[in-house]
């Protein structure tokens, strides 16, 4: 069964600094995707950025990238330029391609940002 | 992408008694599924709904405890059954197929008195 990890439980960001959220998985297949995806207060779970493991590059959305590392299984989420309404939770999740679209999520965490 | 309805966006239940959750999708999708997120907690999946078939519940929850209707492809609700305090949490609604990307419903707060 495939796991996902996330052991920064709170991580705490200067405006217009940039941050590194960190997410590490464990699975079996050699294709999948993976995705971080960020919770507001309103509950309302919003896709970041998504990334194919068969893809090399790694996938960037205006101030969002992410690092993957296959091999090490690692999949960090880095945040340039924070502003006030990223503050919010991330999560981290994996989807096989053999599992009908099922999320497998991380535990989360939990970004603050400072003025 | 799609944008799921999801109703209710809370409510204050007796135990004992059963809430159901409906959410509605403005376009047709294969696969729903249900998440609960307890307090403070990541979301779990509960079970995967298909239409004309019955959902596929994963380890730890069962059909009595939350069943799950799917009649059509935008539509489908969760029920949750006999309530206790336990069950107090947000449950959450995602469409999408195996190669579409997973969108949400608002989420319902359950707070189960």
Redesign the interface.
């Known amino acids: 069964a495939q796991t996902v990890t996330q052991s920064q439980p709170e991580m705490s960001v200067q405006e217009a600094e940039t941050v590194t959220l960190s997410c590490t998985y464990d699975t079996s297949e050699s294709d999948y995707y993976l995705?971080w995806y960020k919770q507001p207060p309103?509950?309302?779970?919003i896709?970041v950025i998504?990334q194919e493991a068969y893809k090399q590059q790694n996938a960037t959305e205006n101030r969002f990238s992410v690092n993957f590392q296959k091999a090490a299984k690692s999949f960090s989420l880095k945040i340039s330029d924070s502003q006030l309404g990223d503050a919010a939770m991330y999560?981290c999740a994996y989807?096989s391609?053999?599992?009908?679209?099922?999320?497998?999520?991380?535990?989360?965490t939990e970004l603050s940002v400072k003025p | 992408s799609a944008v799921i309805s999801q109703k209710p966006s809370r409510d204050i239940c007796q135990r004992g008694t059963s809430l159901t959750i409906q959410c509605q999708v403005d376009s047709q999708v294969t696969m729903m599924f249900w998440y609960r997120q307890q307090p403070g907690q990541s979301l779990t999946l509960i079970a995967t709904a298909n239409q004309g078939s019955e959902a596929t519940y994963e380890s730890g929850f069962v059909i009595d405890k939350f069943p799950i209707s799917r009649p059509n492809l935008t539509f489908s609700t969760l029920t949750v059954s006999n309530m206790s305090p336990e069950d107090s949490s947000i449950y959450l609604c995602s469409g999408g197929g195996a190669d579409t990307e997973a969108f949400f419903g608002q989420g319902t707060r359950l707070t189960v008195v």
Do not use: T
């Open positions: 995705f309103s509950r309302q779970m896709l998504r999560f989807r391609l053999f599992q009908g679209g099922k999320l497998i999520f991380g535990q989360g």
